[in-house]
């Protein structure tokens, strides 16, 4: 199966193409399903990086269909990694809730990266849902001595795997209003940390527009530096 378009430009840019192959299966909840892969060369050429994803391509009645996920664990030496699918209605899910050890998935890498933190923050102030946690419990691993305020927005009453200690303070707000909820709560209450906050670093990866709205609240409205201000839309309503 081609890449399409989509394909076509990830090529002009020098994007790098994968074959992943599938080597188990685990059903953390019965929301979230975590698949392991052979890396197929990706983590000896690539450098790895805290919030690291792919984009993975999956067969749409015969039209390409790519979407992104954040590697979950990456072990170079071993050249594995897992990927944790939060599962709902679509290719993507249904493709992971039925492949077997030993099929294939080819994967694009292009557009992932992550700058070091300079100054270190005192603490992490982050906004994500079911789609970003890999990436948060991945931000989380990247800095195990830094505290972290977290507000997550749930959808459902699953046990999701966050790793999360005594040092991370985490907000879950029920998904309401198409995203509103989390986006009131997070301006009423991150002005208030930010004050308190040495070297404040603010990480958003929600809904789009959620997503939208919160990062022109911290960029625009409280007037943080680009440099302290990660968002990036991980889904669309």
């Known amino acids: 199966m081609g890449h399409g378009w989509e394909g076509a430009v990830l090529k002009l840019l020098r994007a790098k193409d994968f074959k992943f192959t599938v080597t188990g299966a685990e059903q953390v909840t019965e929301h979230y399903r975590r698949l392991t892969f052979t890396d197929g060369g990706l983590l000896a050429e690539l450098p790895l990086h805290p919030t690291m ?97 977290i507000w997550f927005e749930t959808a459902d009453d699953d046990e999701l795997p966050f790793r999360t200690d005594e040092r991370h303070d985490l907000r879950k707000i029920a998904r309401d209003d198409q995203g509103e909820a ?25 809904e789009a527009k959620s997503t939208r709205a919160l990062a022109a609240f911290a960029r625009k409205e409280l007037g943080l530096p680009k440099q302290r201000v990660h968002a990036l839309a991980y889904w669309r309503a």
């Open 53 to 149: 994803w792919v984009r993975l391509w999956f067969d749409d009645d015969g039209k390409p269909h790519q979407r992104g996920y954040t590697l979950v664990d990456p072990d170079p030496e071993q050249g594995a990694f897992a990927i944790e699918f939060a599962l709902h209605d679509g290719i993507a899910s249904d493709w992971s809730r039925t492949v077997e050890p030993g099929e294939t998935i080819q994967a694009t890498v292009y557009g992932t990266g992550f700058e070091p933190l300079d100054p270190a923050p005192e603490r992490l102030l982050i906004v994500g849902d079911a789609a970003s946690l890999p990436a948060i419990n991945s931000l989380l691993d990247a800095h195990p001595e830094t505290p972290a305020t």
């Open 182 to 206: 989390l986006v009131k709560r997070v301006r009423e209450e991150l002005p208030g940390l930010l004050e308190a906050t040495a070297n404040p670093y603010v990480w958003v990866a929600a």
